[in-house]
């Protein structure tokens, strides 16, 4: 129990950074657009790679030394554009939350998009592969600790993604989605600035 609550506790501690992924499964929260699809994608995708940590995975990812460049960079060039396509929806405005609208995207693109900010963010791995990898080599039986990792990030990413229903009345105003645009591109711009730096 003790391994399982410090994998759920450190887990929890390292999702919770308002980042590119998190900003999205808000957006996607509030439109209240594929919500289950985004935060099941999110979820098994740390799922994915805190099993990879936690049995060992992360010490192959320190041995190749030109995929942290390549992910890096990668990542980088993904956020500035997907950042500058924020602060084009919402230098154009003219979005608003009706709740008869859906569909408006396709649920293939949303999660392309979804995977991208996930499974191209070297910061992912990082946290996931490398951190959670090397704290959980110090408990006899990883498991727990990997179990409880997971639960967090399940617990984490529902919350935020349907907890987001929560802000719908404020986003029935198109100045709120100007205003979440421009908060969604300057931290895409935020984290490929650390990525590039």
């Known amino acids: 129990m003790e391994s399982a609550l410090a994998g759920f506790a450190l887990g929890l501690s ?11 499964v808000l957006r996607q929260g509030i439109r209240r657009e594929y919500v289950f699809a985004v935060c099941l994608t999110c979820a098994l995708s740390d799922a994915i790679l805190i099993a990879a940590g936690v049995s060992g995975f992360g010490i192959l990812v320190t041995k190749m030394p ?14 500035i554009v997907y950042g500058a396509r924020s602060f084009r929806a919402a230098w154009q405005g003219g979005e608003h939350l009706d709740a008869a ?9 949303v999660l392309l998009t979804c995977l991208l ?33 997971m639960t967090a990030s399940f617990l984490f990413f529902f ?10 009345p404020l986003f029935r105003r198109p100045v709120a989605w100007r205003v979440l645009d421009v908060f969604v591109g300057l931290v895409m711009w935020s984290v490929a600035a650390s990525l590039i730096l």
């Open 159 to 168: 919350s935020l993604g349907y907890g987001a229903r929560l802000l719908a």
């Open 101 to 109: 609208e859906t569909g408006r995207s396709s649920l293939k693109g």
């Open 14 to 24: 390292l999702i919770m950074a308002i980042g590119a992924q998190n900003a999205f």
């Open 117 to 149: 900010l996930t499974w191209a963010n070297p910061h992912v791995y990082l946290d996931t592969v490398v951190l959670l990898g090397s704290v959980a080599s110090q408990y006899p039986d990883r498991l727990p600790f990997a179990l409880g990792a």
């Open 66 to 79: 030109w995929l942290e460049p390549l992910m890096r960079w990668g990542g980088a060039a993904f956020l």
